[in-house]
């Protein structure tokens, strides 16, 4: 934990002149100064929200919080004495607090809470109001929830991808977080799993095993059908899935290994450092061997991995058959105690009864004459084939005068060529009349 000293020092509202009054029981200025008993809350609400977001692990108890929160200025020791009024406060009414038993259920309770019977409840009797000082609770582990909403969002960014290569253990998940830089103790990551296990459908954790119950969400109400999930079973394939990432990983590793040695060995070769190449070169010949041992464990591994999927697979292809083969013969016993024979003749006669009642409801209530009905057909078709020839005709005449207008010369050009034609019966006119002259 960060020198909380230095976190006093830092916030403004641990001023000198009013570390007095933060650091002592300040409840008995709810009635005497109640601007200054909401100013002391809310100074230490916001400073609790800063220390339990940046400087703890995800769980603490009051006993121990109240230890480490001890301020040394100079010579004189502060002691959080009313510490305890702000946590009651984020534990009781602003819920950004709880006890880490109620992880599981928490948001359950909070949905609970808001519904009208509560509400009304609430009203009548009062809400209960928890003391963190009571001894039940003084050493209990509580959480502050916006920490583990944001370990619930990192913890199943990575859960969803590993489950869809089946159940794993908490060790392994564990370590993929640390190889992402996300380090959690394991105590903490079963909590948080809990916490995760209210959003994600059908997950659920047992004796250290991570898996996803596609019966769990179906079952949830009916506790005598609820189908037992072989936990011994699943444990087992977490075993193997975590001993093949192990050795994934290890491969890995060690052919950077190898890839150093290469450029090491290169250098030594450039420096004519021969002895010093041939070592590394054993040495790189050691590693390859191992990585080759190592990749003929995981063939192995993962080829026991679809045995072991294959027989699960098996298990649940034979339930299902034994379950419907158990209700196919329920269903003919209990058809074949009623007497067939006659139910058959009871349907045969009611479909014959139905079909008459058909043919009756279907009858002609008005009746044609045909001769007169083909008559007046045949004048319809005339009279439509009649309308068709007319149309066709005046489509044919429109379609000539479109021709003809397109022909037409533009009035303009016309009267271009009319002028021009005057002018040059002009000058026809002059040449005549100097000829006569």
Not at 13 to 20: A, D, H, I, P, T
Not at 264 to 281: C, D, E, P, V
């Amino acid at each position: 934990m960060e020198n909380i000293n230095k976190l006093y020092e830092s916030n403004p509202e641990f001023r000198e002149s009013r570390l007095k009054s933060l650091f002592s029981d300040y409840s008995s200025l709810k009635e005497s100064n109640p601007e200054g008993y909401n100013a002391n809350i809310n100074v230490w609400k916001n400073f609790l929200s800063l220390v339990l977001s940046s400087q703890y692990e995800l769980t603490f108890n009051y006993n121990s919080l109240q230890k480490d929160l001890i301020y040394k200025k100079n010579s004189t020791i502060f002691k959080p004495e009313g510490l305890f009024i702000a946590l009651n406060e984020m534990l009781n009414s602003d819920k950004s607090i709880i006890f880490s038993s109620q992880i599981e259920y928490f948001k359950k309770e909070e949905a609970n809470n808001s519904n009208i019977f509560s509400i009304i409840r609430a009203i009548i009797f009062g809400v209960e109001s928890l003391d963190i000082r009571k001894k039940k609770y003084i050493n209990q582990s509580l959480i502050f929830v916006s920490k583990i909403d944001k370990y619930s969002q990192k913890v199943n960014s990575h859960l969803t991808q590993l489950l869809k290569h089946g159940p794993i253990n908490v060790k392994h998940l564990q370590n993929v977080l640390s190889t992402q830089n996300f380090k959690i103790n394991e105590d903490d990551l079963v909590i948080t799993l809990s916490y995760l296990c209210q959003d994600y459908k059908g997950l659920n954790i047992a004796d250290g095993v991570i898996y996803v119950d596609d019966l769990k969400e179906e079952n949830n109400n009916n506790e005598n059908d609820k189908e037992k999930v072989d936990i011994d079973v699943l444990k087992h394939i977490s075993d193997l899935n975590y001993t093949i990432y192990k050795l994934n990983l290890y491969n890995d590793e060690k052919l950077k290994e190898i890839s150093k040695i290469d450029e090491s060995i290169k250098q030594s070769l450039k420096n004519n450092n021969k002895i010093t190449a041939k070592s590394q070169l054993k040495l790189k010949k050691t590693i390859e061997f191992q990585v080759k041992k190592t990749l003929s464990s995981l063939e192995n591994l993962n080829l026991l991995k679809v045995t072991v999927e294959d027989a699960q697979n098996n298990l649940l292809i034979s339930k299902v058959w034994k379950d419907n083969s158990n209700v196919l013969k329920f269903l003919n016993e209990n058809t074949t105690k009623t007497n067939l024979d006659d139910n058959f003749d009871v349907l045969y006669d009611e479909i014959q009864t139905t079909n008459m009642i058909s043919e009756k409801l279907g009858q002609n209530l008005v009746s044609f004459d045909d001769e007169e009905i083909n008559q007046q057909l045949s004048d319809l078709e005339a009279s439509i084939s009649k309308n068709e020839e007319e149309n066709k005709k005046n489509l044919e005449v429109d379609e000539v005068r479109k021709k003809l207008d397109s022909l037409k010369i533009p009035d303009n050009e016309l009267k271009t060529i009319s002028k021009q034609q005057e002018d040059n019966e002009n000058k026809y006119n002059k040449k005549i009349a100097i000829f006569s002259e």
